[in-house]
């Protein structure tokens, strides 16, 4: 399989044509054969690289979750980096004044609270605007493009975790998504998808040969990305996600957590494809730094029949339910916003009634319903079978 840089690195004149363009991709912008998308950028004959743009993670992917970062300039290439995680999410007629045309790599993960999503709309946004072309260098899903899970974003519940109305498991392309924005948005962006080839929907990622790159700084492994869309859910509670642990989202606990009771509590309801485990882990940094949690580990036994985000919502109502005085949701960041468990699901139902008897499981069927229906929505975006 070859990716859209290593597509644009063989036919640059084709989609570049002489033409100024900036550059908005990090770490996990690499070639097959282990090149960075930036450093083949920068050699490009067929255009001229005048800008960079970084987005949550920074340019390199040196960055940790959340932190907020100002414009460099980038030593070796002597050319300015704008940071779009920091006074700006979106870039500025400013930073665009120098480009006729963006390009846009990330490998991005299909899941719809994952930042990269969120920038591409904001990227997509400006270069409309400014009537800029967005060039969008295509990456496989990592989870392949068939399992489509999770309900829909609602109105009002937008954010950095949440863009775009679709569910929380895309079943999408970072290529094609941008495709399904550009057509429900009206936006008319001036967009160019450069595509994958040999990718095929079944695949997940370790068989499309590509190298693997930590997605961001908590996303070390494809262990860890196959069980992320449940998991980081709880991100919105008072419960460690593993962060600050070499099995970050793999493993969920806290100091009073009884992980051997809640594992066989989880085990006894028989979730399709995986197992639990009793695990003990102190994180480094993050929630409950320097405290030693017990919690459950997950292993995912059968990545066909694993069902990410019905998963996670057990697990919530599981550890809910066995710990109810210790259990809590994350407050709002900020008085009068939304809280993250909300920002998380795309709703306020999940953080009202999963207090509620068998409220996991009336979720997680409204949410297939919702996410089935979708599944014919994308149809016309998708390009590959």
Not at 20 to 45: K, P, Q
Not at 119 to 125: F, W
Request: proline share 6%; net charge negative; aromatic share 10%.
């Amino acid at each position: 399989m070859y990716a859209g840089v290593d597509v644009l690195a063989r036919a640059p004149s084709a989609y570049l044509g002489g033409k100024r363009f900036g550059l908005l991709s990090n770490h996990t912008g690499i070639t097959r054969d282990y090149r960075s998308t930036i450093d083949v950028s920068a050699r490009l004959e067929a255009g001229k690289l005048t800008a960079l743009f970084a987005c949550e993670h920074g340019i390199r992917g040196e960055r940790q979750a959340g932190i907020l970062f100002e414009d460099e300039t980038e030593p070796e290439l002597g050319i300015p980096v704008y940071s779009l995680y920091g006074k700006f999410r979106a870039p500025t007629p400013e930073m665009l004044d120098t480009v006729d045309a963006l390009v846009f790599d990330y490998q991005d993960l299909g899941v719809r609270f994952f930042t990269y999503l969120t920038t591409l709309i904001y990227t997509m946004q400006a270069c409309a605007k400014a009537g800029k072309e967005l060039i969008v260098l295509d990456r496989p899903n990592p989870l392949g493009g068939l399992s489509v899970q999770g309900g829909l974003l609602r109105e009002g519940y937008q954010s950095m975790v949440g863009g775009w109305k679709i569910p929380i498991l895309t079943g999408l392309t970072i290529g094609e998504f941008a495709r399904l924005v550009n057509a429900e948005s009206g936006m008319n962006c001036n967009l160019q998808v450069v595509p994958l080839e040999g990718w095929t929907r079944n695949m997940e990622f370790p068989q499309t040969g590509m190298p693997w790159t930590m997605l961001s700084p908590n996303m070390p492994t494809m262990d860890t990305a196959r069980v992320y869309p449940g998991t980081c859910l709880f991100e919105g509670t008072n419960l460690s996600e593993g962060r600050g642990t070499t099995r970050p989202f793999e493993q969920i606990g806290a100091p009073w957590m009884d992980g051997r009771h809640v594992a066989e509590a989880l085990n006894r309801r028989g979730l399709p494809g995986v197992i639990f485990y009793p695990a003990y882990f102190t994180p480094m940094f993050s929630k409950h730094q320097g405290a030693i949690c017990g919690g459950v580990q997950l292993y995912v036994t059968e990545p066909e029949k694993f069902l990410q985000v019905r998963t996670g919502l057990y697990m919530l109502e599981q550890i809910q339910k066995m710990h109810p005085d210790e259990f809590a949701w994350l407050p709002p960041f900020k008085e009068g916003s939304k809280s993250f468990i909300e920002l998380l699901t795309g709703s306020d139902v999940v953080l009202k009634t999963l207090h509620e008897p068998g409220a996991a499981e009336r979720i997680a069927d409204e949410w297939d319903k919702e996410a089935a229906e979708w599944t014919q929505t994308r149809v016309p975006f998708l390009l590959y079978e």
